[in-house]
Structures are given as C-alpha cells and as structure tokens.
C-alpha cells in the first residue's frame, strides 16, 4: 500500500472522520426514533396492561359475583337482625330466621350474627359462641369493614368454607354488630364462569389482611398449574396492593422467574387478586421497553454505517488506493500509468487521475530535457577541461624549450618550478575531464597523480616517498584549491628535503579523514644536517608562501607549520563544504579565487 493510505483507516482517516459525520448526522434521525419508540412502547404497554387485567378481572368474574351476592345477602340480614334481637325472644326468632336463610338458599351453609364485642348473638345452627379471640374477628373489631376469610372446617359441613361478613347499622349509624355468612369452598372456586381464550400461569386470590384466599386455577383445561411460590412476585408483599388501584408489571417471582403479574381488586377494600401471565402476553411490557427502545435506532445507525462503509469503499477508497499505488508506482520507478474507465471511478476522483497524468507526463518530458542539458554540460564541461589541459601542456613544452635555451641557472629554477606549478594544472584539468562526474571529485586520486608527476620531475632519485590518502569526496570549489595548495606544499618540500646522517632524504603525504567532515592534509620533508632553519632566499617566504596562505583560505583550512632537528611539518585542516556552502564560500571570496591562479598571485607578491 503506498504511503499514507493506512491513515484512511486511523483516527485521522477520511473512513474514521466519514463515521463520526454519519454518526452527528444520524443523531437527530436516532433521537426521533428513539422518542417516538418510547411513546409507541409506552401506549403498547398501556394496552398491554389493560389487557392483563381485563383477562385478570375475567378470571374472576363467577367469584366476584358470588362474594358481592354474599355481600348484598349480609346487608339485607344486616337490617332486619338487630331489630330482631330488641324483641324478648330475640335468640330463639334470629336463629330460627338465619335459619331459614341458609335452608332456603343453595349458596350459604352457615348464618351468624356477631356483637360488636365479639359474642356471637344467633346462628342458622342456634350456637351462640365468644368469637372475640379469633384473629379475623378481631380485626373486624379493631376495624368495621366488609371481610372474606376461609376456615379450613366449616361448622356445618365440616370441610373448608369462605366466610363473608359485613358490619350492620342502625337507621342512626351506630354499630349494632356483623353478618357473616359461609360458603362451601368447592362453591367459591368452582364459580368461574368457564375457560378464557388466554389462560393465566396461576390465580391467587387475597383479603384486605393479606391472607391469600385462594390459589388454585379453576380451569380444568389448564394443564400447567405452578405452586405457590411461581403465582407471587418476589419483593412485593401482598398488603402493598390492598387499597391500590389495579395494577400490571413484570417482575421475578418467588423463584426468581421473570413472569408478568396483574393485580385487580375483586371487591375493592374486601377481596383481591394476583393473576401470572407469561412475559409479553398480549404484547410488549415494561421490561421490554428498553431493548425496544434502543435496539431500533442502533440497528439504523449499524445498517447505515455499514451502507456508507460500502459505498465510501467503492467510491472513494478503493480509486484513492488505486491513485496512491499508482503515484507511488511513478515515484519509484517513473513508469507512466494509463488512464482508468470512467465507470471505475467517480467524475471527481477522474479528474484529479488526469491531473496527475498530465503533471506526472509534464515532469517526465521536464527530467529528460533537463538530463539532456546536463548531458550537454558535462560535454562542455570536460571540452573545456581537455583544452585547457593542452594548452597548459603545451605552456609547458614552450617553458621546456625556454629552459633549455636558458644560460642562468636561476633563471632554470624559477622557470622549472613554474613549470611544475602549470604541469600541476594540467593534472587537475585532465582528472577533471576524465572523471564521470564534474560536480564530485575524489580528491585521493587527485593528489595521488599530481604528487607522483611532482616526485617523477622534481624529486631525487634516492628520496623515499610515503603517500596515504583516504577517500575525500569534494566539490570542484574545494577539489582545485586543495589541488594547487598540495603542489605547492609538495613543491617547497622537495625543494628543502635533505639527508640527515647519512639517510636517504624521505617525503610524507598524508590526507586523512579526523571525522566525517574534518579532514588534515600533512606534508613533511626531512632536513639537511644543521638546517635549522629554511634559507634566506626571498622565494622562500615570498610567492610559495603566499600561494600557499591563499589556497588555504580559499579551502577553508587552518594551516599550521612546525620544524625540528630533522622534518618539516605543514599541516592544513578543513571541513568538506556542501553545495550551498560553497556557494556563499564563492561569494565571500572573489579575491581569493582570483590568486588561485599562478599569474594573479605572482602578481599579488610583486
């Protein structure tokens, strides 16, 4: 993948950045959905809730019909017993009358009258017993309301019956006592008037004290009966309901199953029941709500991820990779691609393809004209080079002819040493148009051909030559100076090399590399017994010394001579000099360049 095309995937990428755009897009879209899923959720579960309880109330519809007759009988008893107890035959006319209650209706086993203070007064069966103990009555005592109990042995039939009673008042309000009348058990829970179309797991019947009154389903058909701990839920009490208004959640039951439950009062303030449904009958419930809520806008945003993912994919990743391979495909090996399919790509990502054609096709036509014009300049370059090389030999063979017809030995010297100076140019012109390339120079090889043209014409057969120069890769504005300053330094020294006691006169060359930029260039020469110094003759600090201290500031090194008993040591130090340095060097050093040349520094010296 070419450079920079992971990014489309990191946390600056166009896919990252396309994301979380969609994503503040789809925000209000999403919070729309999720409002409007709320409120949907909210009404469903309204209609859930009504619907549980409806089925609740259907359940119990035979049972309620059967407690409120109960009730309607205990209040008409209710008016007619006290004022059969004011009569002096009261006990014997109010049993004989409930009597005839329970004998004459198949609903009531048993009919009673209780005092106020808990003293049963008159019965269907003539008993007349203290019930101020029994818990039930004892409430009622505390509390006068309507109440349904069930005792397991009824005092006619001797099985389980449903005891239903109610306070009786007098025209003036005041508490004369309480009706109670039973019911066989079998009766209350076969009252249901038949099977539902929906059928609960279970139905738990309670009073106004929270004692349940019945819980088990009367539905014959109902195969599924759970026990007790399935029909109630687990952190409510049953008294939480009593006085409430009719209720529908979900919640855990005793055993910890997640099951819906409907509370609804059969006889309000007297008799309640708790209806278990499986989760979700009839349609979504609170427990719903939040997945429901939720899971629609997230799917909506997932699936519109996921579209934009593809259509960003087809569209706009995959032509960009292509771009990028191709870009990179050019950088590399400047191979010109061609043109895609207007159908591969959008009309946009075509056009930036056709400029890049047109650009990249434009910079290869520019490369070639441009390798063509250094092609050329390199040609000149080295004619230049070659011409100036034959002319300076042919400078030389003239100098020959002149020192051959010369009868002054000094003129001999001067002519021969200048000689050498115009041969060692014509070494520096000739290596530069052999060398490949103009704009860098070894400078080993440089100075090795010149100092060995140096040794060959001017040294003594007997001296002994050291050379060790290291690779030095220079710039011709540093190559030439270090060139002309190691001729005249080599130059000078084979001038004054002598042979101390007895030894062969020996020559050092040194170039050497101190670290990646500095570079010492040494030459030394041994003396003659008892040269302690250099001889007094004027060219001895005259025109070798100056052409010296000028190369030294063109180069940029730091010159510094020492002499002992024995050698002479000049050592010139400088740093390898880049493009742009060299090109400030040239701009701050006219002069300097100008006394490069043997004749412009012969003439600073006059």
Request: proline share 6%; hydrophobic share 45%.
């Given at each position: ?8 995937w ?16 789809l ?14 959720l ?8 009504l ?21 309607g009988a ?11 107890l004011?009569d ?11 009597g005839?209650?329970?004998?004459h ?15 049963m ?12 103990r ?12 309507g109440?349904v ?11 389980p019956?449903?005891?239903v009673?109610?306070p ?11 009706v ?10 076969s ?6 179309r929906?059928q609960?797991?279970?139905?738990v019947?309670?009073?106004a ?9 009367p ?17 409510d ?6 006085g409430g ?11 910890g199953?997640?099951?819906s439950?409907?509370v609804?009062?059969?006889v309000p303030?007297?008799l309640?029941?708790v ?6 009958n ?15 806008p997230i ?18 990743l ?32 075509l ?7 047109a650009?990249?096709?434009t910079?290869?036509?520019?490369e ?7 092609r ?13 090389k ?43 148009y ?30 002994q030559?050291?050379v ?27 001038k ?25 260039l ?9 040269n ?16 010296i ?12 001579t ?31 360049k ?13």
């Amino acid at each position: 993948m070419a450079p920079g095309l992971n990014g489309l995937w990191t946390g600056r990428g166009l896919a990252v950045r396309l994301v979380a755009m969609l994503t503040i897009a789809l925000l209000p879209i999403g919070a729309i959905a999720i409002w409007q899923s709320i409120l949907s959720l909210k009404n469903a579960q309204e209609r859930t809730e009504l619907l549980l309880l409806s089925l609740t109330d259907q359940e119990v519809l035979g049972e309620a019909r059967l407690v409120y007759s109960a009730l309607g009988a205990a209040e008409a008893l209710g008016a007619v017993v006290p004022d059969l107890l004011d009569d002096p035959d009261a006990p014997e006319a109010c049993n004989r009358h409930l009597g005839e209650v329970a004998a004459h209706t198949d609903l009531f086993a048993f009919a009673a009258f209780v005092l106020p203070e808990g003293l049963m007064a008159c019965s269907s069966t003539g008993q007349m017993i203290d019930l101020s103990r029994v818990p039930s009555i004892r409430s009622l005592l505390a509390r006068p309301r309507g109440r349904v109990d069930v005792i397991a042995r009824g005092t006619v039939t001797g099985a389980p019956e449903l005891f239903v009673t109610r306070p009786a008042y007098n025209s003036e309000g005041t508490l004369k006592g309480y009706v109670s009348l039973s019911i066989p058990y079998d009766r209350f829970v076969s009252a249901s008037d038949g099977p539902a179309r929906d059928q609960p797991l279970g139905l738990v019947m309670f009073n106004a004290d929270g004692q349940i009154i019945s819980a088990e389903n009367p539905v014959d058909a109902l195969t599924d009966r759970l026990p007790r701990e399935e029909r109630l839920p687990r952190e409510d009490s049953l008294l939480d309901f009593v006085g409430g208004p009719p209720a529908a959640f979900t919640a855990e039951n005793l055993s910890g199953r997640r099951v819906s439950f409907a509370v609804t009062p059969v006889v309000p303030d007297v008799l309640y029941a708790v209806g278990t449904w499986e989760k979700g009958n009839g349609g979504v419930t609170a427990y719903d709500l939040p997945i429901a809520t939720w899971g629609a806008p997230i799917v909506m945003w997932v699936v519109s991820l996921l579209v934009a993912a593809v259509a960003m994919h087809r569209q706009v990743l995959r032509p960009i990779r292509k771009l990028g391979r191709q870009m990179a495909r050019f950088a590399k090996e400047r191979h010109l691609p061609e043109a895609s399919e207007p159908k591969e790509m959008p009309r946009e990502l075509l056009q930036i393809e056709a400029d890049f054609l047109a650009m990249a096709s434009t910079l290869i036509e520019d490369e070639e004209a441009l390798e063509d014009a250094l092609r050329d300049k390199n040609v000149l370059l080295k004619e230049v080079h070659h011409r100036v090389k034959n002319n300076l030999q042919l400078i030389s063979s003239i100098m020959s002819m002149q020192i051959r017809r010369a009868h002054s030995v000094e003129t001999k010297a001067v002519l021969g040493r200048l000689q050498q100076r115009v041969l060692g140019l014509a070494t520096i012109h000739r290596n530069l148009y052999q060398t490949e390339n103009l704009g860098r120079v070894n400078a080993a090889d440089l100075l090795r051909e010149i100092i060995n043209q140096l040794v060959i014409v001017g040294g003594d057969r007997a001296l002994q030559t050291e050379v060790s120069l290291n690779d030095v890769i220079l710039e011709p504005d540093q190559a030439v100076p270090l060139s002309l300053l190691s001729a005249e330094a080599v130059t000078n020294a084979l001038k004054y090399v002598g042979n101390p006691e007895g030894e062969p006169p020996r020559l050092w060359i040194t170039l050497k590399r101190d670290s990646d930029e500095d570079i010492r260039l040494e030459v030394v020469n041994t003396l003659p017994p008892g040269n302690m110094k250099l001889p007094e003759d004027p060219e001895a600090s005259g025109l070798g010394t100056l052409l010296i201290d000028a190369f030294c500031r063109q180069l940029g090194a730091v010159s510094d001579t020492s002499k002992n008993d024995e050698t002479y040591r000049l050592t010139a130090r400088f740093q390898v000099r880049n493009h742009e340095e060299s090109a400030v060097a040239d701009n701050r050093s006219d002069h300097l360049k100008h006394l490069s040349t043997p004749k412009a520094a012969a003439e600073a010296a006059e």
